[in-house]
Nanobody
Framework: QGQVVESGGGLVQPGGSLRLSCTAS????????IGWYRQAPGKQRELVAT???????NYADSVKGRFTISRDSAKNTVYLQMNSLKPEDTAVYYC?????????WGQGTQVTVSS
């Protein structure tokens, strides 16, 4: 069974930075992390950023210019560098991975932006 593991969340002051990591492993076919989503209390899960095999990236308007998604293919790991964090970025961040047509989600990592 495939496994997706996120790390790097925490508490940070407004204007600060965090870097999230997501690694996928296991399963009968390769599992590839493709992006980050987040869910704030009382809100629906929303896309933050995605990256495809060609390296093309996509970002939510709310994070453009502040967040950067990248991938280390050798480690099968996707990163999310988050700079200039705002209180409205507070949420549980989830990594999404794909294995053919099967979608995998990580358990989520909490990011809290507060003074």
């Amino acid at each position: 069974q495939g496994q997706v593991v996120e790390s790097g969340g925490g508490l940070v002051q407004p204007g600060g930075s965090l870097r999230l990591s997501c690694t996928a492993s296991g399963g009968g076919f390769s599992i590839n992390p493709i992006g980050w989503y987040r869910q704030a209390p009382g809100k629906q899960r929303e896309l933050v950023a995605t990256i495809i095999s060609s390296g093309i990236t996509n970002y939510a308007d709310s994070v453009k210019g502040r967040f950067t998604i990248s991938r280390d293919s050798a480690k099968n790991t996707v990163y999310l560098q988050m700079n200039s964090l705002k209180p409205e970025d507070t949420a549980v961040y989830y990594c999404k991975a794909l294995s053919r047509s099967i979608v995998y989600w990580g358990q989520g990592t909490q990011v809290t932006v507060s003074s």
